[in-house]
Every structure is written in C-alpha cells, then in structure tokens.
C-alpha cells in the first residue's frame, strides 16, 4: 500500500510516492507542499478514535486555511471551526454547509455576527456577556434567532507554551467557570438567543489526556446544573488542541485513550458532541522545502541560511517550536555537523533550528522543514517586503499548484500613492 505523507526511500524524500524534488525543482523553492492523503488520513484517523462518541468534527480552519485542503474537509463531510468572516467566507467558498460551522472568538465585530447568522451557522461560541448582547440585538434586527454556546474557561492547566495555552483564568478566552455560573442566566434572558451548548477549548499541542479529562469533569458539572435550571444543553464542544509529536522524542496525544476517558465521562450526558481539531490533522501533512543560499562559518557557529524565512514560518521563534530538518536527498557517507538554520530576514529571531546536528550541506541543496502544515502559511507575513510563495497538494500521485507565488507588483497592489508628490 502507498504510504501517505512524507518518508525518505534511499536517501530521496517522498511526498505520498511523488518525490519532493520533482516539486521543487517544477515550483521552485520556499514551497509549501502538503500531502493531500496524510491529510485525508488524519481526518479519517480522528473520525475512528473517536467514533463511538460520533462527534461533529469541525476541522479548525485557523490551523491551514487552503482552499483546497478545505476542499479535502467538505468532501469527507466535516464541518468547520471558524473565528472569523475571512474564515467564514472561505469555509462558504469550498461548499462546507454553514449548519456545520461553528465560530469561536472573543472580538466578533457586527458586521461578522451579521454575515454568521445571514450564512446560518450552526453554533457561536460565545465568550463574554457583552458578545452574548450583541448577537442577540443582532439576531433580532435580522428576524433570526442564533443558537449559542457559552465558552466556559474550566481554568485547568494544560503542558503547553505559555502563547498557546487559554484555559486558564490568565487567559482571555472564554467566561470564567464561576462566573458563568452566577451570570449565565443573564445570557439565557436574552432575547433571540437559543442557549443549547456548552464550548471549551483549553489550549493548543496537548499531547496528555489529564487535562482534557479534568477539563471535561468540570464542563460536565455546569452543563448538569444548567439543566437543572431548565436550560436544555444539548450541546458540548471539546474544542481542539490534540498534540502531534514534532521532537522524534515527543509523543502524540494518544487519541484512543482519550476516547475511552471521554466515553466514561459523556456517557449519559446525552449531548450532541462537536470536536474542534486543526493541528492533528494539518501539521504532519506538510513540509516547507528551502534551499540553501550559503554556508556561513562564524566563530562560534555555522550558520545555514537558506531561502525560506519567519515570514513563511513563525513557530520556531514564537513558540521556541522544534521542527525537523532535514536534506530532501541525503548523500551517503558525509558527516554531520552542528549548525544553526536561519533565514535572509533581518531579525536574530528569523532561524529554523539552533545548535543542531544537521548533514553537512552545502548551497543550492534543498531542505525540508517537517510538520509546517498547521499554523505556517496560516501564519505567514510580507516581512522585509517578501512575496507569498506557493503552496502544492500532492494527492493519488498527482500534484496540484493550489497558490499561485506573489510577485513584487502583488506585493504593492493595494497601495496607493499620493498624487500629489508624484
Ligand atoms: N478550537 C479553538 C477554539 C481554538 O482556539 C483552536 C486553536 C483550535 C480549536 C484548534 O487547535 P489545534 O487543534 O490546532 O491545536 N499558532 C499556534 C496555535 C494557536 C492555536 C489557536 N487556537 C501554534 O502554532 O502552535
């Protein structure tokens, strides 16, 4: 059977079975190359561990917002985890049925609440009392009424960088869970408002199921006692933040245990379950590939720099991230050497790996960034004037140009200059 994602047969690094140097060589380099059947895999993975809670899955656009993955997302018929109307539109564009979107975000302007209720999405996650006042006014301008959540914030410490974590009372995302317990019933009075659910998501990369389990016991307990209030919750939303494994050391999160752990608590809940996951399924599905421009000996270190940047991929420097790299080719026999991977942008904070053991390379090799598939392009930015470059899906052997490479005009397009200082 083909193996999906990326794996080195001979030394030569594969994507599915194309291989990654045809690709880079055909669309030139940086390249964000994804697997498309990793992708689909991931997806199909998820879906079974957690089959006996038959969740709605709600792919996190926010993770890898490409249009063809998306694509991927809506023919095997899973809704979206959106936070904003780009997110929405984009969720719209591939034909993910608006009764599967739910949205999350603690600044949902009007004009996003407007565009959500016009489409018909299925859920807001709401995440504080004034979010809850404006969706009701708006529902009611529009003749409509929106079914909400309360995001609660469980406060349960998650082991993850301090940039990603968000359920605890630090962080600005969700309501307290003391204090949707006093004020929740203010947001049930709401007009146009129907209160059916229960959202929480604490954090992002877990890779243990204590916290999830901890989190679950405590949400279980509101959602008990809004039904004892009369408030019929049918609804509960775990959120994402299922962990993938970027240091060969690290672990996954072990999705199966989580599934029997959340079986035992949900059992009886009798509660429609949705799960928001974006990294498990984007990050190990794609690469960055580069190329080496120089090898630069400094005194104390050697610095590889090679064409890719922080523009194309931040979490190194964000979240003191590891990613792998490695040579799309290996050759036989050459030492390795400790070097740093850093990139042309004019910042001591633009590298890919510090003090590691790398192949001896030299320039004009290709390099690989592994498990760029979540939150790269997502993330990416103009920096030092840089063009977006282009994204490839290789799927059942074929590979398609899914973004097209910037130029410098595009760069400037929306640029306007004064007429008067021409
Ligand atoms: N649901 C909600 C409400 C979220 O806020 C997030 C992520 C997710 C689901 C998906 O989380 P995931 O399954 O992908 O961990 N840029 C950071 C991650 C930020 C996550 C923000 N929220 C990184 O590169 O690690």
Same mark, same amino acid.
């Given at each position: 059977m083909e193996r999906k994602g990326f794996s080195k047969e001979n030394g030569k690094m594969l994507c599915d079975s194309v291989p990654v140097e045809d690709l880079v060589?055909?669309?030139?380099?940086? $390249?964000?190359?994804?697997?498309?059947?990793?992708?689909?895999?991931?997806?199909?993975?998820?879906?079974? *561990?957690?089959?006996? !809670?038959?969740?709605?899955?709600?792919?996190?656009?926010?993770?890898?917002?490409?249009?063809? !993955? !998306? /694509?991927l997302v809506k023919q095997n018929g899973l809704g979206a985890d959106i936070v904003s109307g780009g997110e929405l539109y984009r969720a719209l564009r591939v034909g993910i049925p608006a009764d599967s979107i739910v949205f999350a975000g603690v600044g949902k302007t009007r004009s996003e609440i407007e565009e959500a209720l016009e489409a018909g999405v299925y859920l807001f996650n709401v995440e504080s009392i004034p979010e809850a006042q404006e969706i009701s006014e708006a529902a009611g301008k529009l003749g409509k009424t929106a079914r909400i959540a309360i995001r609660v914030n469980p406060d349960v410490k998650a082991d993850?960088?301090?940039?990603?974590?968000?359920?605890?009372?630090?962080?600005k995302f969700g309501i307290d869970l003391e204090v949707a317990e006093k004020y929740f019933q203010q947001i049930n009075e709401l007009p146009h408002l129907e209160l059916i659910g229960v959202h929480c998501h604490i954090g992002s990369q877990i890779t243990d199921v204590a916290p999830y389990v901890n989190a679950m016991k405590r949400v279980v307990r509101f959602v008990n006692m809004l039904r004892e209030e009369g408030i019929h919750i049918k609804v509960l939303n775990l959120g994402g933040g299922y962990g993938v494994a970027y240091h060969p050391e690290e672990n996954p999160l072990d999705l199966i245990t989580?599934?029997?752990? $959340?079986?035992?608590? $949900?059992?009886?809940?009798?509660?429609?379950i949705i799960m928001e996951p974006g990294r498990f399924i984007s990050a190990p599905a794609g690469? $960055? *590939?580069? #190329?080496?421009?120089?090898v630069k000996e400094g005194i104390k270190k050697t610095f590889v720099i090679i064409d890719g940047a922080v523009s194309e991929f931040i979490r190194p420097v964000l979240y003191d991230g590891y990613h792998e790299v490695e040579p799309i080719q290996d050759k036989q026999g050459r030492k390795n050497k400790v070097v740093d991977v850093v990139g042309p942008i004019c910042e001591s904070g633009d590298f890919f790996a510090k003090d590691r053991e790398l192949q001896e390379v /030299?320039?004009?090799? &290709?390099?690989?960034?592994?498990?760029?598939? *979540?939150?790269?392009?997502?993330?990416?930015?103009?920096?030092?004037? #840089?063009?977006?470059?282009?994204? @490839? @899906? @290789?799927?059942?052997?074929?590979? &398609?140009?899914? #973004?097209?490479?910037?130029? &410098?005009?595009?760069? @400037?397009?929306?640029?306007? !200059?004064?007429?008067?200082?021409q």
């Open positions: 060589r055909e669309y030139g380099t940086p $390249l964000y190359i994804y697997s498309g059947g990793l992708f689909e895999e991931n997806l199909l993975r998820f879906k079974e *561990a957690f089959k006996e !809670l038959s969740p709605l899955i709600c792919y996190s656009v926010k993770s890898n917002s490409c249009g063809a !993955l !998306l /694509q993850t960088h301090k940039h990603i974590t968000t359920g605890t009372k630090e962080n989580l599934g029997k752990e $959340l079986k035992k608590i $949900l059992e009886g809940l009798d509660c429609q690469i $960055l *590939a580069t #190329r080496v421009i120089y /030299q320039s004009g090799e &290709y390099l690989a960034v592994r498990d760029t598939g *979540a939150y790269g392009f997502a993330m990416a930015s103009n920096y030092n004037s #840089r063009p977006f470059v282009s994204e @490839v @899906v @290789v799927y059942d052997r074929n590979h &398609y140009l899914v #973004r097209q490479k910037n130029t &410098y005009a595009d760069l @400037v397009k929306d640029e306007i !200059l004064v007429s008067e200082w």
